[in-house]
């Protein structure tokens, strides 16, 4: 059998599996009793988290998150499809049914961040370049709808027309504005709606600023974004 070459031009990832050893010995053999609890009672999250896949922003590391604190759903832009049933693939769906349904959180937040590329090729796709991929075009097209209807006002009434101009030099808008898109979204699902109107299911949209480290975030009650202190 000839011997099985190894790439030489891959970036290494030895570090990982010295990082899982290292959660080991801090989470097993340290403080056993949460691994443990985990292991045998199953988890029981308080919030679901659905971020954008940016390896910028984690999750677990941003918020400093336990094993077994977050239910995390990642894709392109933090998005979340409109509720429909029917044919097709509905993994972010799936997830954040299994996450309401059947863990029961109290809490969903919509992360958004400055720089995404997500939002980025939308923005290039409103302006007539579509993207040389299988899948992004379509998947990120959701957020378009959201810029042009939730841009910088939580009421209909107040919404305003903003050029794509003026988007593409402060993207930011745009990217605030998807996270306002998800969170209407995640309205259009039936058991998301009726455990809001219950109180027992809070929605929050926050945008993360790579540059600064700012966090953005709703109001309560509203669903417009605004820095906090």
Known sequence: MAEECCPTNLRNISHFEAAVRRFRSDHYQRSPELMHALSTKGQAPATLIIACSDSRVDTGVLLSAQPGELFTVRNVANLVPPYLQGSGLHGTGAAIEYAVRDLKVDHIIVLGHAQCGGIKAMLGMAE????DRDFVGEWVSMAMNATELYLNADKPEE?????????????GLA??????GSLHNLLTYPWIKERVEAGTLALHGWWFDIETGDLW?????????LPID
């Open 128 to 131: 007539g370049h579509l993207p």
């Open 159 to 171: 919404r305003q027309k903003v050029s794509l101009a003026l988007l593409k030099d402060n993207p």
């Open 175 to 180: 990217e605030r504005a998807a996270v306002t």
């Open 217 to 225: 975030r709703t109001e309560p009650g509203t669903m417009q974004l």
